[in-house]
C-alpha cells in the first residue's frame, strides 16, 4: 500500500523559512513526478511545485524565486524549502505522486496523496 507521509510544518513569522518533507512508502523505486500543493481556510487545492523525472521542476507564480522543490530518489523523499513565508503562504500542504514523467501541477494526474501538514505564518 502506497502511503505518502508529509512532516515539517509549523507556524513561523512572516520572513522566515521552512523546509516540508514527504516520505513514499509501498513503492518500489522512486516515483516518475511528485508534487506539492496546498489549500488555504475557505479556498480551493492549488498546486505549488513539481518536479518531474529528470529532476525538471516548475512553480506556481506566487511562489517562485521563494520556494524549491527536490527530491531524492535513493530514500523517496520530497522536500519542499520555503523561504521569505507570506502570511498568503498558509494552507495545509499535501505532497503527492503522479504515473506521468513529466512535471505537473494538474490534480487530476496524481494518483497518491498525504494527508497534508499545516503550515501558519503570522505577520
Known amino acids: 500500500q502506497v502511503q505518502l507521509v508529509e512532516s515539517g510544518g509549523g507556524s513561523v513569522q512572516a520572513g522566515g523559512s521552512l523546509r516540508l518533507s514527504c516520505a513514499a512508502s509501498?513503492?518500489?523505486?522512486?516515483?516518475?513526478?511528485m508534487g506539492w500543493f496546498r489549500q488555504a481556510p475557505g479556498k480551493g487545492r492549488e498546486g505549488v511545485a513539481a518536479?518531474?523525472?529528470?529532476?525538471?521542476?516548475i512553480y506556481a507564480d506566487s511562489v517562485k524565486g521563494r520556494f524549491t522543490i527536490s527530491k531524492d530518489n535513493a530514500k523517496n523523499i520530497l522536500f519542499l524549502q520555503m523561504n521569505t513565508l507570506k502570511p498568503e503562504d498558509t494552507a495545509i500542504y499535501y505532497c503527492?505522486?503522479?504515473?506521468?514523467?513529466?512535471?505537473?501541477?494538474?490534480?487530476?494526474?496524481?494518483?497518491?496523496w498525504g494527508q497534508g501538514t499545516q503550515v501558519a505564518v503570522s505577520s
Open positions: 509501498g513503492v518500489a523505486g522512486s516515483w516518475p513526478s
Open positions: 503527492a505522486a503522479a504515473l506521468i514523467p513529466g512535471a505537473t501541477m494538474s490534480p487530476r494526474s496524481f494518483v497518491h
Open positions: 518536479i518531474g523525472s529528470v529532476g525538471q521542476t
